[in-house]
């Protein structure tokens, strides 16, 4: 069974700060790891990452895949309120459908 | 611009109903899902379908039907709604292919009392 766990489950800093949130994973036939971003409703995709793509950029925001570990990091640096949001962490492995196993989120709050 | 609709924001039904949940994409995409997400617990996958009228369970199938008769649409069915089935729940789809993400509607929280 495909596993996800993330850390911490919940944060609080204040603005200007940098985060780091973990993600790690177990998964059959490992496809990708993806970042989302949720406010007060739908998740917003950030970033997919691969076997060949292990490192993404936008901005403040930044994220890399540890194959080895069987883990990502998600950095935010210079925190903004605006950053307050639940962080989703999902992998896809296994068939090409795109299932994907979500970990439990860390929820991020950003005080000014 | 990448589209996916539901039916209702917020849904509150009595125990023993049958609920019926519609999800709409635009996108022309293969795959849709279901999850339902709760605190702590993150999304958990209902169902998905790759195709029309080609359905798979995912990890928490109990208590759930899903119908998918044109490639636009998915629906969720609850068909004897219990309080434990009060959560949010969101519709996602994917165009087919190895890689790529899902695209997720706005959610419906449905309460059942």
């Known amino acids: 069974e495909d596993k996800v766990v993330q850390s911490p489950l919940s944060l609080v800093v204040h603005e200007g700060d940098t985060v780091t949130l973990n993600c790690s994973y177990e998964v059959t036939n490992f496809r990708s790891l993806l970042w989302y971003k949720q406010e007060k409703k739908a998740p917003t995709f950030l970033f997919m990452l691969?076997?060949?793509?292990i490192e993404k950029k936008s901005g403040r925001l930044s994220s890399i895949l540890d194959k080895k570990e069987l883990s990502s990091i998600l950095n935010i640096t210079a925190t903004q309120t605006g950053d307050s949001a639940i962080y989703l962490c999902a992998v896809s492995g296994g068939t090409s459908y795109g299932k994907l196993t979500f970990g439990q989120g860390t929820i991020l709050t950003v005080h000014p | 611009d990448v589209k996916v609709t539901q039916s209702s924001r917020y849904l509150v039904k009595r125990t023993g109903e049958k609920v019926f949940l519609e999800c709409v994409q635009d996108m022309d995409h293969e795959n849709m899902f279901w999850y339902r997400q709760d605190p702590g617990l993150g999304l958990r996958l209902i169902y998905f379908s790759y195709d029309v009228k080609m359905k798979e369970k995912g990890d928490i199938p109990e208590g759930y039907s899903v119908s998918r008769e044109k490639k636009e649409r998915f629906s969720l069915i609850l068909e004897s709604a219990s309080t434990n089935q009060t959560s949010m729940y969101l519709c996602?789809?994917?165009?087919?292919?190895?890689?790529?993400?899902?695209?997720f509607g706005p959610g419906t929280r449905l309460t059942v009392t």
């Open positions: 996602a789809s994917r165009a087919g292919g190895a890689r790529g993400e899902q695209y």
């Open positions: 691969t076997s060949s793509g």
